[in-house]
């Protein structure tokens, strides 16, 4: 069974950038369909971005252009590259993985979750 644990959060002012990793144990990070989540205080958790097995991409519309999702094969990790950090993107940082083939943001769509990363944006 794939186990995720998050890496890279901290905090930053905002139009800084922060990178964060999801590295994958048990599993092989290509073979599997990842997303990132993320839940502020006080809101639902929202899907921020995915990445499909099969390399398609879905970005929120709050962080297209400026969040890139991506695989690191060599650390066999799952990155989340955060540039022009605001306010509103201060939240914990979740990754999760699926076996099937999905760009999907919907929670449900994902089987293994790790324990989350804060990432706070304040002046």
């Known amino acids: 069974q794939v186990q995720l644990e998050e890496s890279g959060g901290g905090s930053v002012q905002p139009e800084g950038s922060l990178r964060l990793s999801c590295s994958c144990s048990?599993?092989?990070?290509?073979?599997?369909?990842m997303a990132w989540f993320r839940q502020a205080p006080g809101k639902k958790r929202e899907g921020v971005a995915a990445?499909?097995?099969?390399?398609?991409?879905s970005y929120a519309t709050s962080t297209e252009g400026r969040f890139t999702i991506f695989r690191d094969v060599d650390k066999n990790a799952l990155i989340l590259e955060m540039n022009s950090l605001k306010a509103e993107d201060t939240a914990i940082y979740t990754c999760?993985?699926?076996?099937?083939?999905?760009?999907?943001?919907?929670?449900?769509?994902?089987?293994?979750w790790g324990q989350g990363a804060a990432a706070i944006v304040s002046s």
């Open positions: 999760a993985a699926t076996r099937g083939v999905s760009n999907s943001l919907y929670s449900f769509a994902y089987t293994f």
């Open positions: 048990g599993g092989i990070v290509s073979e599997y369909s």
């Open positions: 990445l499909s097995n099969r390399g398609e991409v």
